[in-house]
């Protein structure tokens, strides 16, 4: 039985427990891992490599993703500063380490804007967040995530955005509303 199988289908107490734990466990090693990307300029990931594309493009022939490696590096300088100086981005990700993976938002805490007219399966070319996040690993020909589904995306912030309406209002969001901030 696949993990979301057996969430969805009402797991004991315990075994969710258990996994509050490898979910905690797995972001925070990740977590180390990025740390090392920003302070070694990305150069760490010519002997870790193989762990964070797997993470990242389910794929563990890192070479093929050195061009990223120093954007990488970059984007986590940059998202340290903001971190440090900026109120607002420390208010909009609030994720907790012990929260499940997500492929999209809670449906039970967002709805879709009055102004959206497209889909709720896609984002119908918009790529703000992606763009205002400058996020590196965004295809600039395509307009597509290419982790879109990976570890990454699912463990932290683009699964699940928004998670809150500080989140939607940061990255200036006009396909979800969200109704119910989290607690
Ligand atoms: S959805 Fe993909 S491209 Fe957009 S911010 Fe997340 S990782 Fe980057
Ligand atoms: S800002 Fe909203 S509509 Fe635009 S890409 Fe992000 S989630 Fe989709």
Not at 52 to 62: I, Q, S, V
Not at 120 to 128: F, K, L, M, R, T
Not at 132 to 159: A, H, N, R, V
């Amino acid at each position: 039985m696949s993990e979301q199988t057996e969430l969805e289908s009402g797991s004991s107490g315990f075994v969710f427990f258990l996994y509050r734990i490898k979910w905690a466990v797995s972001r925070l090693l990740f977590l180390v891992l990025l740390f090392f990307v920003a302070i070694s300029g990305g150069l760490v990931l010519y002997i870790l490599g193989p762990i964070f594309t797997y993470a990242l493009f389910r794929d563990f022939n890192h070479l093929r993703y050195r061009h990223y490696f120093w954007p990488m590096s970059a984007m986590l300088w940059k998202g340290a500063k903001k971190w440090l100086t900026d109120k607002a981005y420390r208010e909009a990700f609030v994720i907790p380490m012990t929260s499940p993976p997500m492929h999209s938002p809670d449906p039970s805490r967002v709805k879709l804007s009055e102004e959206w007219t497209g889909d709720i399966d896609n984002c119908g070319g918009c790529v703000n967040c992606c763009e205002q996040l400058g996020c590196p690993l965004l295809d600039k020909e395509s307009m597509l995530c290419p982790c879109y589904g990976s570890f990454y995306w699912s463990y932290f912030s683009c699964g699940r955005y928004p998670v809150s309406n500080a989140h939607a209002r940061y990255y200036d969001c006009k396909k979800w509303v969200v109704i119910e901030d989290p607690r």
